[in-house]
């Protein structure tokens, strides 16, 4: 049901009506937590829209310390020229990370026969690449209870503007620096804290806030892109970035990579 297209009155007699059957009831277009909240109340199975993806703001709520420093965390491991020693200073401040991290590696699933004890051995045999995503989502799942849709799309959020940066031909600290744009874009609906606090606390080139907070620059053109395209709303672009079939299947990519990540971290 397009909860859209009706009154509140309207819809409260179309669930009064509809519940006479044996059916599932899917609450379309929810905009809101408001409206989803409203529509869970009147009995709505599924939901569906862009609600989840947004913050639901609370005044004066404020990051904790632990998750500043599982924060601090995600943003060395992003970076491009990161210290190992330095990584291992941080993973020993957020134990539960470390704790994840070693459980995952030596789980029957990755099907790795050495047995790792250490957080260096750790760190040099998966390499940065598959580190920064392991440790971004590992990370926010201690964060937050939000549904696991919402790491999904961060995850393919970022990809996709790495992809995106990779098919212009950009510079792998590029690549590594718009990753980081997608991934950080959604942290605001994932901790409910407006993303001007929250990236007023950690140590973010102003690049990649301005890319954003403000869409400025080629981070912000391709993080746009990289919505308009979850969205399904490319027509409201002026100009594409790229071409339309190469944007798609940078999507497919993305989506397709998410998805087997998520499969064994959350």
């Known amino acids: 049901m397009d909860i859209r297209a009706l009154t509140d009155e309207q ?12 059916i599932k009831l899917l609450a379309e277009k929810v905009e809101t937590w ?33 998750r500043l420093s599982t924060l601090r965390l995600m943003v060395k491991v992003n970076e491009p020229l990161v210290n190992f ?41 998966l390499g940065l690449d598959q580190l920064r995503t392991l440790v971004s989502i590992m990370a926010l799942s201690t964060m937050t209870e939000k549904p696991p849709l919402l790491f999904v799309t961060m995850l393919q959020r970022a990809k996709l503007c790495e992809l995106i940066a990779a098919k212009l031909k950009l510079s792998k600290k590029l ?33 990649i ?3 954003i907070l403000k869409k ?32 798609k299947n940078c999507y497919y990519t993305a989506i397709n990579w998410s998805d087997d990540i998520t499969k064994t971290t959350i």
């Open 216 to 247: 400025e620059g080629l981070g912000g053109k391709i993080l746009q892109c990289a919505i308009n395209i979850e969205r399904q709303q490319c027509f409201k672009c002026t100009s594409c970035i790229a071409s339309e079939p190469v944007i």
């Open 34 to 66: 408001a409206e989803f909240r409203y529509c869970k109340a009147l009995g709505f199975d599924f939901f569906q829209g862009y609600f989840f993806a947004s913050p639901e703001l609370l005044n004066g709520k404020k990051a904790p310390h632990n």
């Open 85 to 125: 020693s330095e990584l291992e200073t941080l993973f020993t401040q957020d134990p539960f990370i470390y704790y994840k991290l070693l459980r995952y590696i030596n789980s029957a699933y990755t099907g790795i026969r050495k047995s790792f004890d250490d957080i260096r051995s750790i760190l040099v045999f």
């Open 175 to 207: 690549q590594n620096e718009f990753f980081t744009v997608g991934l950080f874009s959604l942290l605001e609906a994932f901790l409910d804290i407006p993303a001007e606090k929250l990236l007023s606390q950690v140590p973010l080139s102003d690049a």
């Open 209 to 211: 806030k301005n890319a």
């Open 11 to 22: 819809l409260q007699q179309h669930i009064t009506l509809l519940r006479k059957y044996t």
